[in-house]
């Protein structure tokens, strides 16, 4: 049996045509924003890959099936939906099954990209080791799937409520390149520097897509995470942004937050503390990093 993938008219015309293309996750859009500034960045976020010369493939699992692409009709409805399933790596196929409708995270897009022949993918930040993880197991499912997956993630890193260290060494372990765009530190996404260095560093789209390919050649599997900091103009210190995230990490343990909760749950009570600062930087960080990817994207096909 092979997969019934429903691409979008968009998306079957730039496969026909060969076009580059640049897969974006949902749970951004359903769980990380919130309406109508959720639809409005994706609307956004598909321009500005369109206005760089590739072509925006939105993905969600909707009533069962898995879309790679979605038309603007099926953006909205998404957006403005309650009660939408995330989707990592062990959910997907289950919603399939049932018929469900879900967003995919950064690991499920990594999948459904990989399953549909693309190479690229946009996002915000990805998910890593949380906070405290010594004691709740707390692991994004996303750092195996870069070590499993072939697709080249962009981010501003990973989100800064995360511990970096560890999601750094983690990455080191699974064999995944981290490589900052344009810099020598690896960014923490509202602000441009997490105060760490990069394991790598490429200033240049063709080298990203380059290494990519060479990795296929090699026959070593996974994906590779491009660290993209913030524009300056965008970011937010992290002196201003950092004891923000010190309450809210409090709030969740007070309020009992656990597992697929934990991030959603940070993401906008930081939106709320910061009187909508954070979903600013958060927006603005986002289209930078389609803006990349429709880069690296191209090159890829060149
Ligand atoms: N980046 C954002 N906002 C988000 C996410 C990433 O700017 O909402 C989502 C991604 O889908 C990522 C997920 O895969 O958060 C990580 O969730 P968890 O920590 O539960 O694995
Ligand atoms: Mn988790």
Redesign the pocket.
């Not at 996750?25 to 951004?28: F, L, R």
């Given at each position: 049996m092979t997969i019934d993938l429903h691409f979008s008219p968009e998306v079957s015309d730039a496969r026909a045509r060969g076009l580059p293309i640049v897969a974006l996750?949902?749970?951004?859009i359903t769980?990380?924003?919130p309406w109508p500034q959720n639809v409005e960045t994706a609307r956004d976020v598909e321009t500005v890959i369109r206005g760089n010369g590739a072509v925006p493939a939105t993905i969600a699992v909707l009533d069962g099936r898995l879309h790679i692409g979605l038309t603007d009709g099926e953006l909205d409805a998404l957006g403005q939906a309650k009660d939408v399933a995330?989707l990592?790596r062990a959910d997907l196929a289950a919603c399939m099954a049932t018929g469900g409708t879900g967003?995919?995270?950064?690991?499920?897009?990594m999948i459904a990209a990989h399953l549909a022949g693309i190479h690229v993918f946009a996002?915000?930040?990805?998910?890593?080791v949380?906070r405290g993880a010594d004691t709740s197991f707390?692991?994004?499912?996303?750092l195996q799937e870069l070590a499993k997956t072939p697709v080249t993630v962009v981010?501003?890193g990973a989100?800064a409520i995360?511990d970096l260290p560890k999601t750094l060494e983690v990455l080191e372990t699974l064999g995944v390149p981290v490589i900052a765009y344009g810099q020598a530190d690896f960014p923490a996404?509202w602000s441009r520097s997490s105060g760490l260095p990069a394991p790598l560093s490429m200033d240049n789209p063709a080298d990203i897509a380059k290494a990519m390919v060479l990795r296929g050649e090699m026959g070593l599997e996974g994906g590779q995470l491009v660290a993209n900091p913030i524009p300056e103009a965008d970011e937010i210190p992290s002196s201003m942004i950092n004891p923000v995230i010190e309450e809210a990490l409090a709030a969740a343990t007070a309020d009992g937050i656990a597992?697929?909760?934990?991030?959603?749950y940070l993401?906008d009570r930081i939106y709320h503390a910061t009187d909508g600062a954070s979903l600013v930087a958060?927006i603005a960080?986002?289209k930078n990093n389609a803006r990349l990817a429709a880069r690296i994207a191209s090159e890829f096909s060149a």
């Open positions: 996750e949902s749970t951004i769980h990380g924003m995330k990592s967003a995919t995270t950064v690991a499920a897009t996002t915000g930040g990805i998910g890593g949380h707390d692991i994004s499912a996303d981010g501003a989100k995360l996404f597992a697929k909760s934990v991030t959603p993401l958060n960080l986002v």
